[in-house]
């Protein structure tokens, strides 16, 4: 079983900076791509930056600019530093993992998603 805890949400003002962390623990072999997605009450998941385990990284175009996404293979982290926020930022931030779990000789590929995390972000 693997568990993926998300920290660093929060209420921010229009132009301002936050920065998400997730930690992955548990029966980890490797990590696939690990990224970022935002919910809102009016709009369903959606991606907002993911990063493979060799460091390619993929935006949001709404965010290309303002948001910086890094990972700690070593660690089993990524981290999502946002600036320069505006006010349809705001949502439901959610890590997820795509992880082989189990052992070296025998491991499978399974998705987990974090608890998710709380940003609000006012005029």
């Known amino acids: 079983q693997v568990q993926l805890v998300e920290s660093g949400g929060g209420l921010v003002q229009a132009g301002g900076s936050l920065r998400l962390s997730c930690a992955a623990s548990?029966?980890?072999?490797?990590?696939?791509?690990m990224g970022w997605y935002r919910q809102t009450p009016a709009q369903q998941r959606e991606l907002v930056a993911d990063?493979?385990?060799?460091?390619?990284?993929n935006y949001v175009d709404a965010v290309k600019g303002r948001f910086t996404i890094s990972r700690d293979n070593d660690r089993n982290t990524v981290t999502l530093q946002m600036n320069n926020l505006k006010p349809e930022d705001t949502g439901v931030y959610y890590c997820?993992?795509?992880?082989?779990?189990?052992?070296?000789?025998?491991?499978?590929?399974?998705?987990?998603w974090g608890q998710g995390t709380q940003v609000t972000v006012s005029l």
């Open positions: 990063q493979t385990a060799g460091g390619s990284g």
């Open positions: 548990g029966s980890i072999v490797s990590i696939g791509v």
């Open positions: 997820k993992a795509d992880v082989w779990e189990g052992t070296t000789w025998s491991s499978t590929l399974k998705s987990y």
